[in-house]
């Protein structure tokens, strides 16, 4: 319970934790980002890891004046999201349709996954883009492009152009918003707004799925 405690700590209170990292850390502040997108958007153990919200925060750091270097970190940061989703793609490639046997367990979201799968196959290579910016989707999409079969190039290229969209987007917002005195000082409410819309479209999409397979029963 402490651990979960500490995790929502971190979670709501980004902002102050990636500032007190960087002073401690100095330029490993990079490599401890880099850590947390590749595991976000590469492992399909870890989609609860945090993705936007750190992005944003990570952009308001940059705005310090102590803070990282706002280039450095957007490559960092698109870095981790186009390796991560590359290894999450062959793992699901190499798994392949066995995946749809597979149990709910504490290590594999079996609902994400088939969220996600309905998802591309209503969406194709767009959803890839759309999920970057939906918790959980945007962890299962790669792996689920892989188990589909997708060919690899095309999903480089796509995986490349969300990776961007979502990075520069998010950062850029952080940096330009997230030391606002008014934002800054509800950087709390912030965050929390910020999950909550990046869970939406998620939400959206798997009641219209639940709404269409109660009318074709």
Not at 74 to 83: E, H, N, P
Not at 110 to 123: I, Q, R, T, V, Y
Request: glycine residues 10%; aromatic residues 14%.
């Amino acid at each position: 319970m402490e651990y979960i405690q500490q995790f929502i700590d971190i979670i709501l209170n980004l902002d102050q934790h990636l500032e007190a990292w960087s002073v401690a850390y100095g330029p490993w502040i990079y490599a401890i980002l880099f850590l947390i997108v590749f595991c976000e958007t590469g492992l399909v153990v870890t989609p609860f890891l945090p993705g936007d919200s750190l992005l944003f925060a990570a952009g308001a750091l940059a705005a310090l004046a102590t803070g990282t270097d706002i280039t450095i970190t957007m490559l960092v940061l698109f870095s981790a999201a186009v390796l991560g989703d590359t290894l999450n793609y062959w793992v699901g490639r190499y798994i392949g349709p066995k995946v749809f046997a597979w149990e709910n367990s504490r290590f594999f979201n079996k609902k994400g996954f088939e969220a996600a799968n309905g998802f591309f196959l209503k969406h194709g290579a767009k959803a890839l883009i759309l999920a970057r910016f939906m918790p959980i989707v945007r962890t299962f999409m790669p792996f689920t492009a892989g188990v589909a079969g997708m060919p690899f190039p095309r999903f480089l290229a796509v995986s490349i152009i969300g990776g961007v969209i979502w990075v520069v987007s998010l950062t850029q917002a952080g940096y330009w918003l997230g030391n606002i005195p008014v934002v800054k000082q509800n950087i709390e409410v912030v965050i929390i707004g910020i999950i909550v819309v990046s869970l939406m479209p998620g939400v959206i999409a798997f009641a219209r799925m639940k709404m269409a397979a109660g009318r074709a029963l």
